[in-house]
């Protein structure tokens, strides 16, 4: 009898929300669409984040998990921009040349990538691009990118100590300077200085590249770190340096090896602070929730308005109608 009861009781309910319904055709249409909208601003929301989250993943795997990035400062959403009494991290000296030199000479080490950015113009023939991203790097640089190069090849120690006029360029760069021909072994101008093309650079998409302006949809060029620096404009103040521990060693040892060669090159007492960061992995995912958390709840804000102004449009009418 209970089940009956209950049965009859939520068909009655049922019955008197229908009516309801039909009663109040557009109040039911304007509440169904306000929580409709709320709803799907969430999944959304919680859609690209999560496609965003597994692409940025995917970045750092291609980096590496023990791989760390050693700056002149550090990073975060709330980075000091004061003077350079209040923001003392501001006066820190840029990486130099000699200090990269130096830490690949620890045994703990496999390789230690230099990395600086510029950019500049692109001309072949009558095909010009006014603004190019320029990268600039050690030879050894495919170990900690995870892209490719094809056809074509990398540039040699040799050719990076010379500041020799070489670069590569990604298949976007390619497509759109020199069409359907073979760039391979062509001459061209960056900014007005002759330069031949050796390699067309394949990258995966992926957020954190797009982010920063590597990802493959944009044009870009990639140098040895000599040839930016000599003849393009590279600013040293900005190099970062990104370091790859020899399997077998952690990467928590090899930063504190690290840390010890830097601080005794530039002859830090053992009471100052360093003068330069080092960033692993996960204070780049700590930056990056921090982020889309954000984002994340800027999108919940937006949900909460489109319910209100729903509300508010609901209640505007039933005003207007009783009138």
């Known amino acids: 009898m209970q089940l009956g009861a209950r049965l009859l009781a939520t068909v009655e309910g049922v019955y008197i929300a229908l009516d309801a319904i039909k009663s109040n055709r557009i109040r039911a249409a304007l509440t169904i669409m306000g929580v409709a909208l709320g709803v799907f601003v969430v999944v959304a929301m919680g859609a690209t984040i999560h496609g965003i989250n597994q692409s940025f993943k995917s970045d750092l795997d291609e980096f590496g998990a023990t791989t760390f990035t050693i700056r002149r400062r550090g990073i975060g959403m709330h980075m000091c921009e004061g003077s350079d009494e209040t923001c003392p ?79 590569i360029v990604n298949d976007t760069m390619a497509k ?29 998409a992926g957020f954190l590249k797009s982010l920063d302006g590597r990802g493959p949809d944009r044009p870009k060029m990639i140098m040895a770190q000599m040839t930016a620096y000599r003849h393009f404009g590279a600013d040293l103040r900005w190099m970062i340096v990104g370091v790859k521990p020899r399997e077998g060693f952690s990467r928590d040892i090899v930063m504190d090896e690290v840390t010890a060669t830097l601080r005794g090159l530039r002859g830090l007492h053992p009471a100052q602070p360093n003068n330069f960061a080092l960033v692993g992995e996960e204070r780049i995912l700590e930056l990056f929730d921090q982020i889309f958390g954000a984002i994340f709840l800027v999108g919940l804000t937006l949900s909460a308005v489109g319910l209100m102004v729903d509300r508010a449009i609901e209640v505007a009418y039933f005003l207007g109608a009783s009138r």
């Open 89 to 167: 991290d501001r006066r820190n000296p840029p990486i130099t040349f000699e200090e990269v030199r130096q830490l690949t000479k620890l045994s703990s080490v496999q390789v230690v990538v230099p990395w600086m950015f510029t950019g500049g113009s692109a001309r072949y023939h009558d095909r010009y691009l006014s603004n190019v991203n320029i990268e600039a790097y050690g030879p050894a640089w495919l170990a900690i990118d995870g892209g490719d190069i094809s056809p074509g090849r990398n540039f040699t120690e040799q050719e990076n100590a010379a500041a020799a006029l070489v670069v």
């Open 176 to 204: 759109q300077l020199f069409g359907q021909s073979d760039p391979i072994g062509k001459s061209m101008l960056v900014d007005n200085k002759q330069v031949t093309v050796i390699g067309v650079y394949q990258t995966k």
